[in-house]
């Protein structure tokens, strides 16, 4: 039987106490799988006296985690703290800086230094592992790197925030709008007391540079991320999507195109007959079309304590099997530049949702921009008839240039008879 891997675990809070209860839980069974035992001997967090439910008496406490990844007798240091930079970084870095491998669930992390910490972590010749980063527990950077690496990936496309969903889905469900969901979503402890990292699309976003690099052999470049949230998603946009056959979802895309890639997370709608459009509440999902495989759908829990802990436990296998491969599948010199198409050249079908006074001559204006910005429409829904009253007109276009949408939205929302601005959601064409 091989030495122990023995494990510092910097973080004890939702994903690292789920992590040590794990270990615990399953060292038989983790012991058999490795040809070795999975020993957590040093932990730090910020409050030694907490009760965390997990017994962390064989544990050395370390009040500093930079000097737990330093001088604790480990092979491999979990960062579980969470934070773009400041100890979350000052612990990878460390860690690697001193031979040992790193595991993190740290997307926000991944997303502004990935590429440096990859290269760190190759120069040192150390392991660095992430899958808990991206969805929760679904294992997407495995099947990335792994089972589907004979592809070349086209698209990439997920939910990948189970707070975003939760409120669209409950939204739909409930008829209710916005904000009051949030304030639910709150009390539940599905959305933080800041829910903007969530409802405003940004920890969707790192997730989904993390994906494009995977993905597409690139960089990890979140600041090329075109970003939009769900607060401007109304109760009327989902309504509407639904009697136009459409369920809203915040999608994180990553596409290549003849521009470049685009990389892009905002709300979509998607035809109810694709599998992404039933996946709903705090699920996420994960869809990869590869020239060879042909579409594959990953499903599962995008966080909590079992689900985070259960793919960071996943790395840790790998690095007790001593199974080594570069973090983004390619070694780190080899990652492209991220070559990025601007959102102005994205080209889609698009909803657009206008207040207008109902009277006569309004819908001719209105379709008079869409013709010199060339636009094309595909229908026109009017509901209610309230002559001299705002009423929502609903249409939709076929394919057509962002640049032109935007200039066709502005020019509609200077017309007199447009009461408030416009809302447009993109449709995006997904495989059934
Ligand atoms: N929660 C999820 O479902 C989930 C899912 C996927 C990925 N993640 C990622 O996993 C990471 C951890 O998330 P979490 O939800 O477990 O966070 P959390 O519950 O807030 O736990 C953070 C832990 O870090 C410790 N900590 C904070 N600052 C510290 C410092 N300066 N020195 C030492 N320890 C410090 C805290 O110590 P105290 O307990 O003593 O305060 C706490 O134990 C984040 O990167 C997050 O994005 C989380």
Not at 79 to 86: C, H, K, R, S, T
Not at 145 to 157: K, S
């Amino acid at each position: 039987m091989t030495a122990p891997l023995k494990i510092a675990v910097a973080g004890l809070g939702t994903v690292g106490a789920g992590l040590v209860r794990l270990l615990q839980q399953q060292a038989e069974l983790l012991e058999s799988r490795c040809s070795r035992r999975l020993e957590v001997t040093a932990v730090s967090a910020r409050d030694r006296d907490r009760n965390r439910g997990v017994d962390l008496s064989t544990a050395e406490w370390f009040d500093s985690p930079e000097a737990m990844a330093r001088d604790a007798d480990v092979d491999v240091v979990v960062e579980l703290i969470g934070g773009e930079n400041g100890v979350a970084k000052d612990v990878c870095e460390v860690a690697i800086a001193n031979g040992r491998a790193v595991v993190t669930a740290n997307k926000a992390l991944l997303a502004h230094h990935g590429t440096a910490l990859a290269r760190a972590a190759e120069e040192a010749g150390v392991a660095l592992c992430y899958e808990a980063a991206v969805a929760g527990g679904i294992p997407i950077v495995k099947a990335l790197r792994e089972g589907l690496a004979g592809n070349r990936v086209e698209r990439i496309y997920g939910i990948l925030n189970g707070t975003c969903n939760y409120i669209l889905t409950e939204m739909r469900v409930s008829g209710r709008e916005f904000s009051e969901v949030l304030d639910d979503a709150q009390s539940l402890g599905y959305a933080e007391t800041d829910p903007s990292f969530d409802v405003d699309g940004i920890d969707a976003a790192h997730k989904l540079a993390i994906l494009t690099s995977l993905a597409m052999g690139c960089e990890v470049d979140f600041d090329s991320v075109h970003i939009e949230g769900i607060r401007h998603v109304s109760a009327q946009d989902i309504a509407f999507a639904d009697e136009l056959g459409y369920r809203i979802k915040l999608l994180g895309i990553a596409r290549r195109t003849a521009d470049g890639t685009e990389q892009r997370v905002h709300p979509c709608m998607v035809r109810l007959e694709t599998p992404i459009a039933h996946v709903e509440g705090v699920y996420n999902a994960v869809v990869a079309d590869g020239d060879f495989v042909g579409t594959c759908v990953f499903e599962g829990r995008g966080a909590g304590a079992g689900p985070t802990a259960s793919a960071v436990a996943a790395d840790l296998v790998d690095i007790a099997r001593g199974v080594q491969v570069p973090a983004f599948v390619l070694p780190a010199a080899k990652l492209a530049p991220s070559h990025t198409s601007p959102m102005d050249r994205h080209q889609g079908a698009y909803y657009v949702r206008l207040m207008v006074v109902d009277r006569p001559g309004v819908i001719a204006d209105v379709s008079a921009v869409l013709r010199d910005e060339q636009v094309s429409m595909e229908s026109m829904l009017q509901r209610a008839r309230a002559p001299g009253e705002p009423v929502p007109v609903v249409i939709t276009t076929h394919q057509t240039r962002e640049a032109s949408m935007a200039r066709a939205l502005v020019r509609i929302g200077d017309l007199d008879s447009i009461v408030e601005s416009p809302r447009m959601i993109r449709i995006e064409t997904l495989e059934r």
